[in-house]
């Protein structure tokens, strides 16, 4: 890992073939980084906040990277190093897997990855897309994570094929679109609507017909609309959420186990213990305990 100033830079070699770079610019100045990749490479760039610009070819061409949108590039026929600009309050994170890994993860799914298909296996490859919301989570639990150093590779190299698996998710409606009830944008607001009220509510959520009838949306589209837009359904989600609050606040160690239980809605220490075991796979208190050996 590099420190310069409020900006740090970590890179994770993964296993042969497979990197993963993270950049976070606090700082108020914009922050360069340059490194050879060979043509090799697929390269995935993730602007989680603020955005980023790439040169090629020694400054003609400029490609910018704004915040929640992704570039993926690849170009067979010449190498493409990166020589990145990071804006300030700006954090990326990219993924650099050789076509040769590349293919055995996927090699099943190629006819529906566009550049791994046979007709284009020699063709550069441009692709810039919006950041899914269940993308967005893993790409902010790789970058918060707080792990052990001696397992951080094996959690982060997890995490990273979970992000794989969504961002290519393949769509399985007939037109390749969103379904047909969430065309409509106002329902996309609404349904948007209905996760700020369970964040904002977590430790009393209301029940999912309470939640229907405050965003003016039908209870079947709710649902449906929630899994569509944000991978999980409604309730699932709010746990990942809490269960992520819950973790933070033990993290900052101002709150006993109880407070941090009731903050995030558990009115019983058991009830909140048993939840985060799940989550975690260790209880609150053992958490705090490993924190603190750091």
Request: with cysteine.
């Amino acid at each position: 890992m590099k420190n310069i100033a409020e900006s740090t830079f970590t890179e994770t070699n993964l296993e042969n073939g497979f990197l993963l770079l993270e950049f976070t610019n606090n700082s108020t100045e914009t922050q360069r980084f340059e490194r050879d990749i060979d043509n090799s490479f697929i390269q995935l760039h993730f602007c989680i906040h603020g955005n980023s610009k790439f040169h090629f070819n020694n400054g003609s061409y400029t490609l910018d990277v704004i915040e929640e949108h992704s570039i993926l590039l690849y170009n067979p026929q010449q190498n493409l190093p990166i020589n990145l600009e990071i804006r300030p309050k700006s954090t990326l994170v990219s993924l650099l897997i050789s076509i040769k890994k590349f293919h055995a993860l996927f090699s099943n799914e190629a006819s529906y990855i566009p550049f791994l298909s046979e007709e284009n296996s020699n063709r550069k490859y441009y692709d810039d897309s919006i950041i899914k919301p269940t993308v967005l989570i893993v790409l902010k639990q790789i970058i918060n994570a707080s792990i052990n150093s001696s397992i951080r590779n094996l959690y982060i190299k997890g995490k990273i094929y979970e992000l794989l698996s969504l961002h290519f998710q393949k769509d399985e409606t007939a037109n390749g679109e969103y379904c047909p009830f969430l065309v409509d944008e106002r329902d996309v607001l609404k349904i948007r609507k209905a996760k700020d009220i369970i964040i904002s509510r977590m430790a009393e959520p209301p029940t999912l017909q309470e939640l229907s009838n405050e965003i003016g949306l039908n209870l079947k589209k709710l649902k449906e609309g929630f899994k569509q837009v944000y991978g999980d359904t409604v309730y699932s989600f709010l746990f990942d959420y809490k269960m992520e609050c819950a973790r933070k606040l033990l993290e900052r160690n101002q709150h006993n186990v109880n407070e941090v239980g009731l903050q995030v809605g558990y009115s019983t220490s058991s009830h909140f213990i048993a939840a985060f075991k799940k989550k975690y796979g260790t209880t609150p208190k053992q958490y705090v305990m490993s924190m603190n050996k750091k």
